[in-house]
């Protein structure tokens, strides 16, 4: 759909000079959705959002509000000043301008709003594979932006949402990170590659080409890992600090939360008393097994064999006079039949 100037004209006109940001002209195919992010000025975070259509703004039809359950999902999250408008499984018809707005409240001061185009056609002249993607601290991320036959000569272009910055094909390197490059293989498709990410990268973008433009959403996540080396290098390097940087020193740890180290103490204090606890339960234990299976294996004592009743028996020596032709003999014999001498010796069974 052409935009004459006098209808440009009309809808600056109409739109004034309002702090409302959102996109220019997006493009997407029959039966898909897009998200389109819509900025404002930090004092408007209480007000109301809202999203109209129409092609005039004193006409035009409110379609949903922010965080009202309806036909559109529109989040509004003022934490970053910006509310978004989803819109579903969309068709040629719902091709068109619309709104992106905010009550002000008082009949003086006109709402504040932005206008775009939406063009919705079986087979959009520029898309992106993913419009979310997520990196981590440090990482790098990749976005991959596909454009038309009829766009291959067009401007190609990587640009932040929050304040327009974009970056052409080829590569630029920023004073501070990421590094973007941007390549272009001439056919259908660019590239954009972006390295060195930090936390503050995260927010929406949007790949451009020509006039159209297709958003996308960068979620940049903590690097766990490097926080845990970090932490567990810090005390090698506050201990190494000089007497000179005794400032310094206090300041060592000052990435860790005091809940953080509050948490940590109070679990020490806690299992520490237990551990020893249990460790003591299993000595008196063992003790108590050891000294149960000595009392088993141990045999009576003294005065538990004198109870017992014992058995005497006696063996008898009996010594016989000797013949003046026999030698001194010693026998064993019961009864003795002639004179001797006899000697007993008790014995215990």
């Not at 206008?115 to 990196?135: N, Q, R």
Request: proline residues 5%.
């Amino acid at each position: 759909m052409a935009r004459s100037p006098i209808l440009f004209g009309v809808l600056l006109y109409t739109a004034g000079t309002l702090s409302m940001k959102t996109l220019d002209h997006v493009t997407v195919g029959e039966g898909g959705s897009i998200t389109i992010p819509c900025l404002y000025d930090n004092h408007y975070k209480p007000n109301p959002k809202y999203w109209c259509k129409g092609y005039f703004w004193h006409s035009c039809t409110v379609k949903g509000r922010a965080n009202v359950t309806g036909e559109l999902t529109i989040n509004d999250s003022p934490a970053q000043n910006i509310f978004t408008v989803k819109l579903n499984k969309l068709m040629s018809s719902d091709s068109g301008f619309y709104w992106c707005a905010l009550e002000i409240g008082t009949d003086r001061e006109p709402d504040d709003k932005k206008y775009l185009f939406v063009t919705v056609k079986k087979a959009p002249d520029v898309s992106v594979v993913s419009s979310s993607v997520s990196g981590h601290e440090g990482g790098d991320i990749s976005v991959q932006c596909l454009y038309s036959s009829g766009y291959k000569g067009k401007p190609k272009q990587w640009c932040r949402f929050k304040d327009k910055g974009c970056y052409n094909v080829g590569r630029t390197d920023t004073s501070q990170n990421p590094s973007v490059q941007i390549i272009d293989d001439g056919r259908r498709s660019f590239t954009v590659l972006m390295t060195g990410l930090r936390l503050t990268d995260s927010g929406w973008y949007f790949c451009s080409a020509g006039d159209l433009q297709v958003p996308v959403q960068l979620h940049v996540l903590r690097d766990n890992k490097n926080e845990t080396e970090n932490y567990d290098a810090a005390p090698s390097i506050c201990g190494n600090q000089t007497a000179r940087n005794d400032t310094e020193d206090s300041n060592c740890f000052s990435d860790v939360s005091p809940d953080q180290m509050d948490w940590t103490f109070r679990l020490l204090y806690t299992a520490v008393p237990l551990v020893l606890l249990l460790m003591l339960v299993v000595v008196i234990w063992r003790l108590i097994q050891k000294h149960n299976r000595t009392l088993s294996k141990r045999g009576p004592d003294v005065s538990s064999v004198a109870e017992i009743p014992m058995t005497v028996t006696y063996d008898t020596v009996v010594f016989t006079k000797a013949q003046d032709h026999e030698q001194n003999q010693v026998c064993i014999s019961y009864p003795p039949e002639r004179d001797e001498v006899i000697y007993s010796t008790p014995k215990l069974h």
